[in-house]
């Protein structure tokens, strides 16, 4: 196997056992615990400030280590972890839940490093596609074997994830000690015309990302709940939360093969309708239907904001762990930031007797804002 075929498999593991993890737990603790909205909203807050600031100095800990052996110290110390969450104590559970949310986070911008290792921008497109396509495929698996794991017994996910992360980690110790870079004077580095381009589309995409797990976060804390409120057994509403990465993935296969997006704002401007259209149906859906609807426009839309900020980044910052981990950054505080409006949002609701206005208070303020960073970013001209 080469570096690229080990790197994708270690994604994949490691994709499911963090799935089985960062959204498994909402429907562990909504069944084992019987945690409402806000204590679920509250563990995603301290989950995402935990992931976003481990993502953003994740480059200054590999420089001291390496990142080889970066990845083999995160990837094994979730094995305690996961044995806090087994003892079933609440206290341990979210102690275990903010450690193991930083350990994911440092975890992540060096395995993307690895990914890209010496490519091509041209070669970047496929390998950011294979490696799009390795993790969100292992989602849509984690969710539906969550239900399963979840309904078994309280400690069958956990015992799931360290597996799982071990075999990533045998997979791990195989990689060379560095990933390799392109250098600056070869001849397929973009020029710097194309580099303020794609800066501009890189700002622009890394908004909307932002809104998008801004959203999903809460999405991911609500459905637990929303499908239970409607009647669907977890065994089933774990996997039916899948749609959203179900339709990830069918991006994530299209764009390594469609050279028509990349340099262009178009696919973002579709996402600035998309997410919050896909979120509103998905959140206030009165049935099953409708609510899978809106995971599927949201999940196309999440998936083409996430693509394109993760192509950018790495091609201007040379396939850098700086750059996975900025990147990563995005994602954790948006981890942070949904669930925080969401509360904001519920208390408004309760002060008002109306839900849906409160939630609606909460979020649409950050929809507008991001859509207006994103607008503001895309008033440019067109990539070579």
């Known amino acids: 196997m080469t570096l690229k075929q080990r790197a994708l498999l270690a994604t994949f593991l490691q994709s499911i056992s963090t799935i089985l993890i960062a959204r498994g737990i909402f429907f562990y603790t909504e069944k084992f615990h019987h945690f409402d909205k806000i204590e679920n909203l509250l563990l995603a807050l301290v989950y995402g400030l935990s992931y976003a600031g481990a993502a953003v100095i994740s480059h200054k800990f590999t420089e001291r280590v390496g990142e080889k052996r970066s990845l083999l110290i995160t990837l094994i110390l979730q094995t305690p972890l996961m044995v806090m969450f087994m003892t079933g104590n ?3 559970l979210i102690v275990a839940t903010i450690l193991s949310a930083a350990l994911y986070g440092m975890t992540w911008p060096v395995v993307e490093s690895y990914i890209v290792s010496g490519d091509t921008p041209k070669m970047a497109v496929k390998s950011i596609g294979w490696f799009n396509i390795s993790w969100s495929s292992s989602n ?7 239900g399963f794991l979840i309904d078994l017994n309280h400690w069958a996910l956990f015992l799931a994830a360290i597996i ?3 075999s990533a980690a045998g997979m791990v110790t195989t990689f060379p000690h560095h990933p390799a870079h392109l250098s600056e004077d ?6 710097e015309e194309i580099i303020s381009s794609y800066e501009s589309l890189l700002t622009a995409s890394r908004w909307l990302m932002f809104c ?3 959203l999903m976060w809460i999405l991911a804390a609500i459905l637990p709940l929303i499908f239970s409120r409607l009647n669907v057994p977890v065994i089933y509403a774990s996997p039916l939360s ?19 997006w990349h340099g262009k704002k ?3 401007l579709l996402v600035m309708a998309g997410l919050p259209l896909g979120f509103f149906l998905a959140m206030f859906g009165t049935n099953v239907p409708v609510i899978v609807i809106g995971e599927a426009v949201f999940g196309v839309s999440a998936a083409t904001c996430y693509y394109a900020s993760l192509y950018y980044a790495m091609v201007i910052k040379n396939a850098a762990v700086e750059a996975g981990g900025a990147h990563e950054g995005v994602i954790g505080i948006g981890f942070a930031t949904g669930p925080m409006l969401a509360i904001v949002g519920f208390w408004f609701g309760t002060a008002w007797n109306n839900e849906m206005l409160g939630i609606l208070a909460g979020t649409l303020p950050l929809v507008l804002f991001c859509t207006v960073k994103s607008a503001i970013n895309l008033r440019i001209k067109r990539a070579a």
Not at 254 to 260: E, K, L, R, V, Y
Request: proline share 11%; hydrophobic share 60%.
């Open 90 to 92: 609440i206290t341990l």
């Open 140 to 146: 849509p698996i984690a969710l539906l074997v969550a």
């Open 164 to 166: 799982l992360t071990l």
């Open 186 to 191: 070869h001849p397929e580095r973009p020029s």
């Open 212 to 214: 998008s797990y801004s």
């Open 242 to 260: 899948s749609v959203i990465d179900i339709m990830r993935l069918v991006i994530f296969l299209i764009f390594p093969f469609w050279a028509g």
């Open 266 to 268: 178009i696919p973002l």
